[in-house]
């Protein structure tokens, strides 16, 4: 997602336009399920050798941050036209996409941590 948020500095209305769809289909497809599994599948398994729940508050937010950032990319997917494309919604996209990459990355390493700590309770 690094290389699509890159690639709308420069790019033409509709090439934006398309890297921007390619971004939500990423995080449609591929991220928010998988947050989602966590929540559903993952923790509660995860939870029953925590005996203080270790940072499991703080990944269920987290998870709750980047569905809500999946939310609101997908309202500018809606809006999108090739037409009505400027500078301001190709840089909101942008950020969008920035933030649920940054958001993810740093929510994985946090559950690696989190696993650790499960492994060696």
């Known amino acids: 997602m690094t290389e699509i948020a890159d690639g709308l500095d420069n790019a033409h209305p509709s090439q934006a336009r398309q890297l921007i769809i390619e971004a939500d289909q990423i995080v449609?497809?591929?991220?928010?399920?998988?947050?989602?599994?966590?929540?559903?599948?993952?923790y509660p398994r995860v939870a029953q050798f925590l005996s203080d729940r270790h940072g499991l508050?703080?990944?269920?937010?987290?998870?709750?941050e980047i569905i809500h950032l999946a939310r609101l990319l997908r309202r500018?997917?809606?809006?999108?036209?090739?037409?009505?494309i400027d500078r301001y919604v190709i840089?909101?996209?942008?950020?969008?996409?920035?933030?649920i990459e940054s958001l993810a990355r740093l929510h994985n390493a946090q559950e690696e941590d989190i696993y650790e700590h499960a492994l060696s309770a």
């Open 76 to 84: 500018v997917v809606d809006g999108l036209s090739t037409g009505e």
């Open 28 to 42: 449609t497809q591929q991220i928010a399920p998988h947050e989602r599994d966590d929540e559903t599948a993952v």
């Open 91 to 99: 840089r909101d996209g942008q950020r969008l996409i920035e933030m």
């Open 57 to 64: 508050g703080a990944m269920s937010r987290a998870h709750r």
